[in-house]
């Protein structure tokens, strides 16, 4: 994704992917307003976003730790990779996750000309 994309809290408007494919699979990092890292991987990043940040359709984890930011996106994957890579992130010590999620900078599906008519 974009690096000029800045990070957004959840919210109920449209989210696009700024351009990029949906296609694929997906490894995406969701931080909770906690302070937690979530890891997961789908084939629809907005589609995931919005339910994560809805509490209901998504992960049990957010039912207590609301998704704060989307932190990182890893695409052009296929099925098995996706599940290899988020495998692989999940093992990392935490400290190794939040240097993963700093390299890749923020990350939102809101577009920066989106972001200036606000």
Not at 34 to 53: A, F, Q, S
Request: contains cysteine.
């Amino acid at each position: 994704m974009d690096q000029s994309f800045r990070m957004r809290a959840c919210s109920n408007r449209e989210f696009t992917m700024g351009g990029h494919s949906t296609a694929g699979w997906y490894v995406y990092m969701i931080r909770t307003a906690g302070g937690r890292l979530y890891t997961g991987i789908t084939t629809d990043v907005t589609r995931r976003w919005r339910e994560h940040c809805a509490g209901k359709a998504g992960a049990k984890f957010f039912r207590s730790d609301r998704a704060e930011a989307l932190c990182l996106v890893e695409g052009g994957l296929n099925r098995s990779t996706a599940a290899q890579r988020e495998a692989q992130i999940k093992k990392l010590a935490p400290a190794q996750k939040w240097r993963l999620v700093r390299c890749q900078g923020p990350v939102a599906l809101v577009p920066p000309a989106v972001e200036a008519t606000k």
